[in-house]
């Protein structure tokens, strides 16, 4: 999250240490109504004047560090600097109150101000970690942008929900294996007597299954670009390498949904579907379907997402045709629990 400091005090200096050494901010700059010290740096960044705030440093919020907080803010919004849910106030004494300031969650399409406070839970931030280290084989910068914490957040509770059913783990569309390791790491993998089915090609999406409306929209050339890009995986050893420390782990290495006789689940407790296309996604969920355990959970990740909306189509035809219902997520994910 983006943060302008409001003050440069040692109200704003304050704020500066704290919201830095909780790792979660990206500070982009300060103000200051002290025009003596526009175009001077504070903590090495620019101090800009009130009006050109928006105009040269974007923000997600403007952290009010001053003694003058209810003057400040009126200022802001008469001047039509900023808007009352982008401003919060730190203070000093009673330190800065994290959750609140963070109480605007705006990434991955998701923008609200409902709490999420599971981002600061220790066990999600290792976990998450987790799976930003799977994703250093596809970019060794050390600095891994990725933003999904939400979708996470989801994921994990339906996995801790599908611990209480009988059955393995199966992931259809794996990539550099973000989101299982994200899992593993959560669960800790290999306390629980169950496998965790990893499926992919490992090399893009299968041609032969694109719907002609996928074909034309340039689905394939789409997975074509990523895995030039390295956005998609292009070499299992690396995501085997990844895997590695866990002993509860089964590779599938094939087109979904030919692939999936090679696994030898009996039951199944939770299936996370993310191919990003339509077919091997609603055949994944068919072939599964009797395996699913009372209590199972499926999660869709792109059904409501923008630009995926022929996955939702099809998997929409599939909950009339077997009588499931699936919920669709602020998320952009679907949540399928099975009776
Ligand atoms: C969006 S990525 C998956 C992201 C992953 N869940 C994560 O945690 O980062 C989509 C993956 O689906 C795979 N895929 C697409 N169509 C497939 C198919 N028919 N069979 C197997 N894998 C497929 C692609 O190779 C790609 O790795």
Known sequence: ???????????????????????????????????????DKFFSLDIIAPADI?????FDIVLIASEWFPDIRQQLLIENICKDEEIFEFTINTSVDISKINSVYNQDNLKTVANHDFMHDALFQAAYARGLKALHHRNSSKHIEYFVDWRAHTLIWAAKQALATKGDFVECGVNYGFFSSVLMEYLDWDIHDRKFYLCDTFSGLDENLLLDEERTSGAAESSDKAKLKGAYVSNVESVKENFSQWRNVAFIIGSVPDSLSQIKAGR?????????????????????????????IVLLDDYGFPGHEMQKREMDKLSTEYGF?????????????IN
């Open 1 to 39: 999250m983006d943060v302008l400091i409001f003050g440069t005090g040692r109200a704003g200096q304050e704020a500066y240490k704290t919201l830095t050494s909780s790792g979660r901010y990206n500070i982009v700059g300060f103000s200051d109504n002290n025009s003596e010290k526009w175009g």
């Open 54 to 58: 928006g105009k040269h440093i974007s």
């Open 325 to 337: 219902n699936i919920l669709s997520l602020p998320t952009g994910q679907g949540l399928i629990v």
């Open 268 to 296: 199944v407790a939770f299936l996370h579907i993310d191919m990003n296309c339509a077919k091997p996604e609603v055949e994944a969920l068919r072939y599964f379907w009797n395996l699913l355990s009372p209590g199972a």
